[in-house]
Every structure is written in structure tokens, then in C-alpha cells.
């Protein structure tokens, strides 16, 4: 083992029998607090926050599984000598019947009720909080918030441009540094009728309350759109990407539909036929630092040049759009 992570080890180690040891500071606190001084809660909760303080500063390490190296989260267990584990690694180690440290032998490893105490007090900023978000999640949920966090900055599509930011400061940002069309407001779950240009076009989709259980909460919460619409030979074709960071519990699905009615011109109330496209779109996030991926890797909403409007054609296809997000929990 390399001396490095010896020493990472020793210090987890030490840093655990101190959280789980009847002599630590913090029982003496408490004692302290039990002769009247001040209350023993109140001493407590002042050393966790010095702990902290020490810990986060100083050597995170001590607050990981001396055997995965993963964040420390509750149910903790630790052996008879105050070496801890997190609970997937104590399912693991069970059969052999000892302590990965010490060797001790061991017929189970118990709760570490003090450690837990102490990770369920450590709170972190999140690394978002410049872009607006002002959770603290413990220390061992700061990787799946970080995941999901709303406030997370994105990347703008544009070629060559390097801006990156909130949702708030991108909308701006469109306008301000690229003059792109204004985005257009919907909210999720409505089909609404959008005039869409050629080039980009951003849809911001309002997700506000549950509908039929399919919203991830009843949280409000926005997700920003860009459908790209280009010009081809044969008629005009539509992509669709998330300007966001993807959440693995849920699916974004944007359904694209176009139909025009054929009179006769010549006779205004003679009927000649219809046309009706519709797609159903599984809109995937992607890093967009490099601008737009190749439209030839993408789902293609295509519709034919004879099918287009004449107005259309000059003025931007008028389609039908819909948003929804599906919860997959």
C-alpha cells in the first residue's frame, strides 16, 4: 500500500474511534453540560460544528468508508474496537467474521450512532450557489444534489461562444450576445401552437403541479428547450435538445405536430384533401460546450416541402408543440 494512502487511512481511522469513543470531547461536553453550565444539547451541537469545521478543512477523507473510500452515510457500523463501515461494506464483510483494520474477530458489527450524529451535522454550500441555489445538503448527498440541482449552469449552444450559466442568465444571454427570437413560454403538458424560425428557437416549459402523477413533484420548476429548425432540399427538418443536466428519474418528451387542408383555388369551399405529422420525441440531454451534435444523429421531425404553407415557408413553420415530463420512479 503506498504511504499516501496509509496515512489517509490511519486518519480515518482515528477520526472514527474519536466520533465513536465514550471518552471523545463531545461526551466530555455533554458532561459539562450535565453539572449546569449550559445545556448538554447546546454543547454538543457547538462541538459537532467545531468538528466540522476541522474535518471538512482539514481532511475529508476522515468522513469516507475506510473500505469503498465512498461518503459516509447513515446506518454506519463499527466493530468492537470503533472501525467503521458503511452499510454495504458491513454486508460484505460479514461472513469472514473479523475487521477488514484490526482483525479482530467479530460476530457482527453494530451502529455507530455518534458517527452518524456527527455526518447528519455537515453541511456543504452548494458548488451552485453563485448561480442561485442556497441548499445545504450533507456532506454525503453533495454528489446526488449536485446531479439533479436546478441552479446547475448550463453551457450555451451557440458555435464558439464559452458563456455559461443559469437558465436565467442564459435566456439573457440569447438575446443580449446572439439576438436569437425571444424564448416562448409554455407550460408542461399543453399542446400550443409556435411559430418556429429558421435557426434556434428556445422553449421554456413551466412544470408547476402533478398531472395524472407524471411530474416529478408538485414543485414548480422550468426546463429550457432549443429546437433547431433548418432548411433541407427536399423539405424542413426540426430537432429538439435540453438545455439542462439530466435527472435519471425523469424522461422529457416533446411531441411535434404540423397539418395543413387543401381547398381547391380556384373554389375556396371545395375540399381537396389534408395532411396531418405528428412525432413523438425522447429528448435526451447533451453537453452542448461544443455546439449542436450533427442533425444526422438526431431524431429528425421532417416535413416535406409540398406539405408547407406558402406562408410558411416565408414566415416559419407555425407547429403544434407539447412538453411533458415523465416521472420513471
Known amino acids: 500500500m503506498r504511504p499516501a494512502r496509509s496515512m489517509k487511512r490511519a486518519k480515518r481511522e482515528k477520526a472514527a474511534k474519536e466520533a465513536a469513543s465514550p471518552g471523545s470531547a463531545g461526551a466530555n461536553k455533554k458532561e459539562m453540560g450535565s453539572s449546569g453550565s449550559r445545556p448538554a444539547s447546546a454543547a454538543a451541537a457547538a462541538a459537532g460544528a467545531e468538528a466540522v469545521a476541522y474535518v ?7 468522513l469516507e468508508c475506510g473500505v469503498c473510500f ?10 468492537d474496537e470503533g472501525h467503521v463501515v458503511c452499510s454495504l461494506c458491513r454486508d460484505k464483510l460479514a461472513p469472514a467474521g473479523k475487521c477488514h483494520v484490526c482483525g479482530i474477530a467479530t460476530r457482527d458489527y453494530h451502529r455507530c450512532h455518534a458517527m452518524e450524529r456527527l455526518l447528519e451535522s455537515i453541511r ?3 458548488p451552485n450557489a453563485a448561480h442561485g441555489c442556497g441548499a445545504r445538503p450533507a456532506y454525503y448527498d453533495q454528489h446526488d444534489h449536485c446531479q439533479t440541482c436546478p441552479h446547475a449552469p448550463c453551457h450555451c449552444p451557440g458555435k464558439d461562444c464559452n458563456f455559461l450559466g443559469s437558465t436565467e442568465a442564459l435566456l ?11 424564448t416562448t413560454k409554455i407550460s408542461a403538458f399543453e399542446t400550443c401552437c409556435i411559430c418556429l424560425r429558421d435557426g434556434f ?3 421554456l416549459a413551466d412544470c408547476t403541479e402533478d398531472d395524472d402523477h407524471l411530474t416529478t413533484s408538485s414543485s414548480s420548476r422550468r426546463y429550457l428547450f432549443l429546437l433547431n429548425v433548418t432548411r433541407q432540399s427536399l423539405g424542413c427538418s426540426i430537432t429538439v435538445h435540453f438545455t439542462g443536466h439530466e435527472s435519471p428519474s425523469e424522461a422529457l418528451i416533446c411531441v411535434l405536430g404540423y397539418s395543413r387542408v387543401l381547398y381547391d383555388p380556384r373554389d375556396r369551399h371545395k375540399f381537396l384533401g389534408s ?3 405528428q412525432s413523438e420525441i425522447n429528448v435526451e440531454c447533451m453537453d452542448l460546450s461544443n455546439g449542436l451534435p450533427n442533425p444526422e444523429d438526431c431524431f429528425q421531425f421532417v416535413v416535406p416541402d409540398s406539405v408547407i404553407r406558402k406562408k ?3 414566415d416559419g413553420i407555425r407547429a ?10
Open 56 to 62: 471538512a478543512a482539514e481532511d475529508a477523507d476522515a
Open 70 to 79: 465512498h461518503p459516509l452515510k447513515p446506518p454506519i457500523f463499527q466493530c
Open 124 to 126: 456543504v454550500s452548494c
Open 172 to 182: 439573457d444571454h440569447f438575446t443580449s450576445a446572439h439576438g436569437w427570437p425571444s
Open 201 to 203: 428557437n428556445f422553449i
Open 275 to 277: 395532411h396531418s405529422l
Open 312 to 314: 410558411d415557408k416565408k
Open 320 to 329: 403544434e408543440v407539447r412538453i411533458g415530463i415523465i416521472n420513471l420512479e
